[in-house]
């Protein structure tokens, strides 16, 4: 989960898959910590904690957008 890999990814709970890429994320700041929250390609939410910086390469990027708490 890299800013320099492309698109974010996290594990589906539902399907039990690890690295699954995240449909149009949105990272929130919830508590000081950054959370990438999306879909995969099948609609299933999911979500991701990050370190300020992995956040704001995605953003910068233009991988997810800003949500709360910027």
Known sequence: ???????????????KTKNVPMQNPV????GGRYIATG????????????????AEGHVNSG???KGSGW
Request: glycine share 8%.
């Open 39 to 54: 879909t995969d390609a099948a609609g299933n939410k999911m979500a991701a904690i990050m370190s300020k910086a992995t």
């Open 27 to 30: 990272i929130d700041i919830k």
């Open 1 to 15: 989960m890299g800013a320099s890999s492309g698109a974010i990814t996290a594990y589906s709970v539902k399907t």
């Open 63 to 65: 991988n997810a957008k």
